[in-house]
């Protein structure tokens, strides 16, 4: 069918056949694609080409030569040598070494580009992959010719991979070269992977070059050449300090595979007071990965704490992280040291508080000295002090009921009224926003005011005039700035005011907030938490004002219900869910869908069925997958009598027609995940038909996806419906998206996914 169509079918036809055919890997269609080579139109000889290639039948070597020698096309014939370059056959590799060694007497160029460049580069990646030997003095004599120094590491790198006698090319580089070419020769033998390359790896690391040195480490690392870890090592006392950083990052590279790891830690141990910053921080991180291999010694953790001290916060940063990971108890008070200090870096003092989370033996004090870092100026240090609050809430302790109760109490805070506050100044909690307004006018203020100040443009003129009294002396803004301005002009002018000064109030209000934000935070982290207490203050904020907090508290009671569906205290959110989800605005109905559906509740059915008229279509899809989830929490519960499966796919149905393409998407996937409730015979058939038509709307924009959920549902039933459908279709955009559909199908089953189905692919392609 699909070649017929090569044969009538117009050019787009053709394009989309031919992609097809070459993703199916059709060998039948290697003589309907062999006549397309030469077709008027460029680009189908283009898709033909490719699709021979991808096929990968020795036969298209001899079409696919022709074209690569006559055709008048040069981007044609680089598709040619692409092509050719996948196939496995004796007479490939002396094309390959023709187009890499000169360029074509007949081929056209303009002055901007040569096709021969993507040509020679295609020909000389597939000869080093195929490993031609005989392409070796080709390689070496393009890489001697100063004209080829572009495409220099692609030539090394091809000698690299042949290996033999292409090595004694690099190996000649790597002795003679400037450095800049030891440099090359030495990062592409860890392409190599043999003995050979990996020898002459380990000369160069005795390179009086740092640059060739640290290349020659890290391409035995990419070659992940364990063996020579111990030349490696020697390194790490090299004088210079980015050799010393690339021997430390290759160590830590292959540490997975050494076996004296106590060894490595301890030859790594001197570079934590390395005098170059780098290293000591890339050795921080190499005892970490060493350490989830063998514990460290208690003097070498303590040289790590140290660390903390540092001058660079990269290395002290390193050091956090360490600890995070591997804790020391002692560290604690250097923790909240660093935690404390505004002067810090905002990276460093949240890794630090993530460092104290993971402390073994937590105290009160350590939740009394976090709760300041709840209103930090900066948000990343807020979120981080109460996850790591609710980690101590989660753990096993004394002190995790105090933790709770410091995340719920900010939970439950409310935003400032009276004044709003701007962090960083007048101390610890900021000043009021009254001290930004700006200074009184004479009518506010004292008798005499402030000097007037003179505008220096007609945009001040506009901002300082708007803040006159009436009756001023100057009463026009322009007139005070003696600027000629258009009644137009000065429009535009207050109109840009007005949006400025209204974002400004918004940004200030988003910023200065932080009391709000803190409580957005804490509802976010105690969706981690399952104790009752938590679940019951996020229920509470169902009921707040604020539509965020309302929407985070739903969106944390989900990923409680997802873990403990049966939780007691999530039954008390069920009625305020409903009740937002009647009269919240578009993000808390959104959030409140899933989780109705997570709490199982059938009594939320008749809820989600009517949300699926939502003006939103955020909030429809959401539907859709939340019954999707409500069908498998209930299966789950064994309780299947109460979800009507039928009903829900009919409903399904309809939103295959809904003009948002997301909700079409999602409601065919929902039909998929319910089938299995379906037993209605039949209306497996009409859901395909459903689908199918869904996936001609925008044009076949969802075509594949949809293709690829036909073949989960009756792939060979789809098969037969497209088939009888590309026969009639009028135009080659309704031809392509049935393409589309047939080519996810079958690839789909190619794939295995239905073993048992016998494959039409033969039927189709022919």
Not at 596 to 619: I, K, M, N, T, W
Request: glycine content about 6%.
């Amino acid at each position: 069918m699909l070649c017929r169509l090569l044969s009538r079918g117009d050019e787009a036809d053709r394009c989309h056949v031919s992609r097809a055919l070459g993703r199916l890997k059709a060998p039948e269609a290697f003589p309907a694609l062999t006549e397309r080579l030469y077709h008027e139109d460029p680009d189908v000889c283009i898709d033909a080409a490719e699709a021979l290639g991808s096929i990968g039948d020795p036969e298209a070597v001899a079409p696919l030569l022709e074209l690569l020698r006559h055709h008048p096309e040069g981007e044609v014939r680089t598709a040619a040598v692409e092509a050719v370059a996948k196939i496995s056959d004796p007479r490939v590799p002396a094309v390959l070494l023709e187009i890499a060694a000169g360029r074509p007497q007949d081929l056209a160029w303009d002055d901007e580009w040569d096709d021969w460049w993507d040509m020679q580069l295609h020909a000389i990646d597939a000869l080093g992959r195929k490993r031609v030997a005989e392409a070796i003095p080709v390689l070496e004599h393009l890489l001697e010719d100063e004209e080829n120094q572009g495409i220099e590491t692609e030539l090394l790198t091809a000698l690299a991979r042949i290996g033999g006698e292409g090595l004694r090319a690099i190996e000649q580089r790597l002795a003679h070269g400037a450095p800049a070419e030891r440099r090359r020769a030495a990062t592409v033998l860890g392409h190599a992977a043999s003995g050979e390359a990996i020898e002459l790896l380990g000369r160069a690391l005795l390179d009086q070059e740092a640059e060739v040195r640290s290349a020659a480490i890290r391409a035995l690392g990419a070659a992940n050449a364990c063996s020579h870890l111990k030349v490696i090592l020697v390194s790490l006392k090299d004088p210079d300090a980015g050799v010393r950083s690339a021997a430390v990052e290759t160590c830590r590279r292959l540490a997975a595979g050494a076996r004296h790891v106590e060894e490595i830690a301890g030859r790594l141990a001197p570079l934590l007071e390395d005098e170059n910053p780098l290293v000591r921080a890339a050795t921080i991180e190499t005892m970490t990965t060493l350490a989830t291999a063998h514990p460290l010694s208690p003097a070498l953790m303590e040289r790590i704490r140290s660390r903390l001290d540092d001058p660079d916060s990269t290395v002290a940063t390193a050091a956090c992280r360490f600890l995070a990971r591997y804790p020391l108890p002692e560290a604690k008070a250097d923790l909240l040291r660093i935690a404390s200090r505004d002067e810090e870096g905002v990276y460093l003092r949240q890794q630090a508080i993530l460092a104290l989370g993971s402390i073994s033996d937590p105290d009160d004090a350590l939740i009394e000295a976090l709760i300041p870092h709840i209103d930090d100026p900066e948000q990343p240090i807020r979120l981080e002090t109460l996850n790591t609050l609710m980690k101590l809430a989660s753990a096993e302790e004394p002190t995790a009921s105090r933790a709770l109760e410091v995340v719920i109490d900010t939970l439950r805070r409310r935003p400032e009224t009276e004044e709003t506050t701007v962090p960083g100044e007048g101390g610890a909690s900021g000043v009021p926003s009254s001290s930004l307004s700006p200074p009184a006018t004479p009518e506010e203020g004292s008798a005499a005011g402030p000097a007037p100040c003179r505008p220096t443009s007609t945009l001040e003129a506009i901002a300082l005039g708007s803040n006159m009294a009436e009756g001023a002396e100057a009463s026009s803004p322009v007139a005070a700035s003696g600027i000629d301005a258009t009644e137009d002009e000065l429009s535009g002018l207050r109109e840009y005011l007005d949006l400025a000064e209204e974002g400004a109030a918004i940004t200030r209000r988003q910023r200065f907030d932080i009391r709000t934000d803190a409580a957005l935070l804490a509802a976010r982290v105690l969706g981690s938490c399952d104790k009752p207490e938590g679940v019951t203050a996020l229920v509470e904020c169902l009921d707040r004002e604020e539509p965020a907090l309302r929407r985070e508290a739903a969106l944390s009671l989900g990923r409680i219900a997802s873990r403990s569906p049966g939780l007691p205290a999530l039954q008390a959110a069920r009625g305020p869910l409903l009740a937002q989800l009647e009269q919240g605005d578009t993000g808390v109905r959104h959030a409140c869908i899933r989780t109705l559906a997570r709490l199982g509740c059938p009594e939320s059915l008749p809820h989600l069925l009517e949300a699926l008229q939502d003006d939103s279509a955020l909030v429809r899809i959401e539907t859709l997958n939340g019954l999707v989830d409500l069908s498998a929490v209930l299966a789950r519960a064994g309780d299947h009598g109460t979800f009507p499966a039928m009903e829900v796919s009919k409903r399904f149905q309809e939103s295959l027609t809904d003009p948002a393409s997301g909700v079409r998407l999602a409601a065919a996937k929902g039909l998929v995940s319910l089938l299995p409730e379906l037993e209605r015979e039949g209306f497996t058939r009409e859901i395909v038909r459903s689908i199918v038509s869904a996936a001609f709307v925008d044009h076949g924009g969802q075509a594949r996806e949809m293709g690829r959920l036909l073949a989960r549902i009756e792939g060979d039933g789809a098969v037969d419906l497209l088939l009888q459908r590309l026969e009639v279709l009028p135009t080659s955009t309704e031809r392509r998206i049935v393409i589309e559909l047939l080519e996810e199908i079958l690839l789909a089953e190619e794939s295995n996914l239905y073993p048992d189905d016998p494959t039409p692919q033969g039927d189709i392609a022919t």
